[in-house]
């Protein structure tokens, strides 16, 4: 079964940086582009950014130039890297395995920026 | 504000059919994109619905179906039971935005 396991989610100052993780199992890592989509509180989804299997990344409007996506095929895992953290950034962010849509989805890690 | 639109809340009986449109635009649905659908139960993750507009992934039921005209898809639940009060999810991608958008989701009440 394909499974994804986010961390590193947590409560962070307005400004600071935090950097998540996601690790992949169950389907070949390496051949499938990955993204990050977040939650704020009952609120809807957002799409936050992508990688595709070759390394090329895309980011929502919001977040280009504070954000950076990676991957390390050879441990299978998935980052995103968050820098100058705002409040309009706390959410659950999502890993997910991407085509066009995503077909498999972790389980979620909750940031929250507060002072 | 979401780019893609849905109806807030959608209701049936249990044994009926429901539908949930997402409305979107020239600059995805409109441009030809599919449309994706995805299920969350509160609490839980989303899951894949509905993919490339009309297709379902192994271990969705027959009853849910997925369609698309001009600038809008929709969603039918058929057969509606308990266990499909959720919130639910469209997906497509925009040019003008350079991503991956979502619409503002449904709730489905039993």
């Known amino acids: 079964d394909e499974r994804l396991v986010e961390s590193g989610g947590a409560l962070v100052q307005p400004g600071g940086s935090l950097r998540l993780s996601c690790v992949a199992s169950?389907?070949?890592?390496?051949?499938?582009?990955m993204s990050w989509v977040r939650q704020a509180p009952g609120k809807g989804l957002e799409w936050v950014s992508t990688i595709s299997n070759g390394g090329d990344t895309y980011f929502l409007g919001s977040v280009k130039g504070r954000f950076s996506i990676s991957r390390d095929d050879s441990k299978n895992i998935l980052y995103l890297q968050m820098n100058r953290l705002t409040v309009e950034d706390t959410a659950i962010y999502y890993c997910?395995?991407?085509?066009?849509?995503?077909?498999?989805w972790g389980q979620g890690t909750l940031v929250t920026v507060s002072s | 504000q979401a780019a893609l639109t849905q109806p807030p809340s959608v209701s049936g009986a249990p044994g009926h059919r429901v539908s949930i449109s997402c409305t979107g635009n020239?600059?995805?649905?409109?441009?030809?994109?599919?449309v994706h659908w995805y299920q969350q139960v509160p609490g839980t993750a989303p899951r894949l619905l509905i993919f490339a507009t009309t297709h379902r992934p192994s271990g969705v039921p027959d009853r849910f179906s997925g369609s698309k005209s001009g600038s809008s898809g929709a969603l039918a639940i058929s057969g509606l039971k308990a266990e499909d009060e959720a919130d639910y999810f469209c997906q497509s991608f925009d040019t003008s935005l350079a991503g991956y958008v979502f619409g503002s989701g449904t709730t489905v009440s039993v």
């Open positions: 169950g389907f070949t890592f390496a051949a499938y582009g």
């Open positions: 020239i600059t995805n649905i409109g441009a030809g994109f599919d």
């Open positions: 997910a395995k991407t085509r066009n849509w995503f077909d498999s």
